[in-house]
């Protein structure tokens, strides 16, 4: 079956770095996204990763390594407004997105 | 980039009754749509995919009757809640796709149903 794992939620301190990690075994593979969703709103696109290796956008990065079926966002200089749940997702073979559970982030000041 | 709205952005109805929500694509024609239901706490679950002109493809356990969805032209998709119950309270999100980019969806801004 596909399966989308990443951790139910996470606390980091405002100023600091987060990393948020996501592995996944799905039918095909496709590129894999990150989304930044905050309550009560629709997910944002954040980043896509189809070929190995770092994107780096502004505060946010997202790496992929396809061979071990991982990815990770990482978030640098944490604002408060960061709080949120981040969701990983994979583009299987129909070019459908698996979604996982979203990894809910706590900023702390 | 491109734009995806929903409407309403949020309603409340009484039990046994039918809500419409629209889905359009603003600034292109949008050749598949898809629907989500997100409940609180939990992840995106898709629901039905959609594409211009053609009947949907619903996912495993949800009813095609309970849950109609038109996708009569390229901009536009609608998905109706029909007899609504209380269960059926959640927040719904479409995203939409355009042929020349299938990598890439585009979501609206989501609807939030409540049923009493």
């Known amino acids: 079956g596909q399966n989308i794992d990443q951790p139910t939620e996470m606390t980091a301190t405002e100023g600091a770095i987060v990393q948020i990690n996501c592995t996944y075994q799905?039918?095909?593979?496709?590129?894999l996204f990150w989304y930044q969703q905050h309550a009560g709103e629709a997910p944002t696109f954040l980043s896509y990763n189809v070929l190995d290796g770092l994107e780096e956008k502004g505060r946010f990065s997202s790496f992929l390594s396809r061979s071990k079926g991982y990815s990770y966002l990482l978030l640098k200089e944490l604002q408060m407004k960061d709080s949120a749940s981040y969701l990983c997702?994979?583009?299987?073979?129909?070019?459908?997105?698996?979604w996982g559970a979203g990894t809910k982030l706590i900023i702390k000041p | 980039g491109a734009v995806v709205s929903q409407h309403p952005s949020r309603v409340i109805c009484k039990s046994g009754t039918s809500v419409k929500i629209e889905c359009r694509s603003l600034?292109?024609?949008?050749?598949?749509m898809f629907w989500y239901r997100q409940f609180p706490k939990q992840s995106l679950m898709l629901m039905a995919t959609s594409n211009e002109g053609s009947k949907a493809t619903y996912e495993q356990g949800v009813e095609k009757d309970k849950f109609l969805i038109n996708h009569a032209s390229l901009t536009l998709s609608t998905l109706t809640v029909t007899s609504a119950h209380p269960e059926d309270s959640s927040f719904y999100i479409c995203?939409?796709?355009?042929?020349?980019?299938?990598?890439?969806?585009?979501f609206g801004p989501g609807t939030r149903l409540l049923v009493l």
């Open positions: 997702a994979v583009m299987d073979s129909n070019y459908q997105l698996i």
């Open positions: 600034d292109f024609q949008a050749t598949t």
């Open positions: 799905t039918s095909g593979f496709n590129g």
């Open positions: 995203s939409a796709r355009s042929g020349d980019n299938q990598e890439t969806q585009y």
